[in-house]
T-cell receptor, first 115, second 114 residues
Framework: NAGVTQTPKFRVLKTGQSMTLLCAQDMNHEYMYWYRQDPGMGLRLIHYSVGEGTTAKGEVPDGYNVSRLKKQNFLLGLESAAPSQTSVYFC??????????????FGDGTRLSIL | KQEVTQIPAALSVPEGENLVLNCSFTDSAIYNLQWFRQDPGKGLTSLLLIQSSQREQTSGRLNASLDKSSGRSTLYIAASQPGDSATYLCAVRGSSGSARQLTFGSGTQLTVLP
């Protein structure tokens, strides 16, 4: 049981380049999330999805796009990378929060540097 | 807007000590509070989840308490060990938004000295 898997683990981009981060979960979770973690600021929610084919904006969505074409996958895209997007990106998943007391399970993160 | 604060930002203790990590939040309208552990270069591991109707949760040497009315939670670690060294994050799940998003504190970096 792999849980939440993120690829790649590390990446260096030049300003203006594009890339996609992949998150895959094998726990049949309905909800998936993308966060970024910056020094001294905790984790901030970028986008989330409550089910296949649906996405919504979180706290810091600008400069990112997401897609959830399959229930097990949640993609985070950077169309034109900027140095301000240098961060560690975490994906998480959980069962439906209609019962609200469902813990989120996290991947190991993607360390992204934009030069 | 919910804000979560963790004090201290860093803590160093000798092995064997009992210690308390603090978490405070500004909006008491929460569904639950979760404590996570993060090891260097790794993701977050959920330690304890306290529902808004609960006062505390225990797992092994860990005990988390919640005082929703005062906007505070504590994580108590008994008989600390060097293996407990990590960053501890608390997060609250708010009452707005369809995904009940988590708001995180910036963490307390704990070092347990052998």
């Amino acid at each position: 049981n792999a849980g939440v898997t993120q690829t790649p683990k590390f990446r260096v981009l030049k300003t203006g380049q594009s890339m996609t981060l992949l998150c895959a979960q094998d726990m049949n979770h309905e909800y998936m999330y993308w966060y970024r973690q910056d020094p001294g600021m905790g984790l901030r929610l970028i986008h989330y999805s409550v089910g296949e084919g649906t996405t919504a904006k979180g706290e810091v969505p600008d400069g990112y796009n997401v897609s959830r074409l399959k229930k097990q996958n949640f993609l985070l895209g950077l169309e034109s990378a900027a140095p301000s997007q240098t961060s560690v990106y975490f994906c998480a998943s959980s069962y439906s929060t209609r019962g609200v007391n469902q813990p989120q399970h996290f991947g190991d993160g993607t360390r992204l540097s934009i030069l | 807007k919910q804000e979560v604060t963790q004090i201290p930002a860093a803590l160093s203790v000798p092995e064997g000590e009992n210690l308390v990590l603090n978490c405070s939040f500004t909006d008491s309208a929460i569904y639950n509070l979760q404590w996570f552990r993060q090891d260097p270069g790794k993701g977050l591991t959920s330690l304890l989840l306290i529902q808004s109707s609960q006062r505390e949760q225990t797992s092994g040497r860990l005990n988390a308490s919640l005082d929703k009315s005062s906007g505070r939670s504590t994580l108590y670690i008994a008989a600390s060990q060097p293996g407990d060294s990590a960053t501890y994050l608390c997060a609250v799940r708010g009452s707005s938004g369809s995904a009940r998003q988590l708001t995180f504190g910036s963490g307390t970096q704990l070092t347990v000295l052998p």
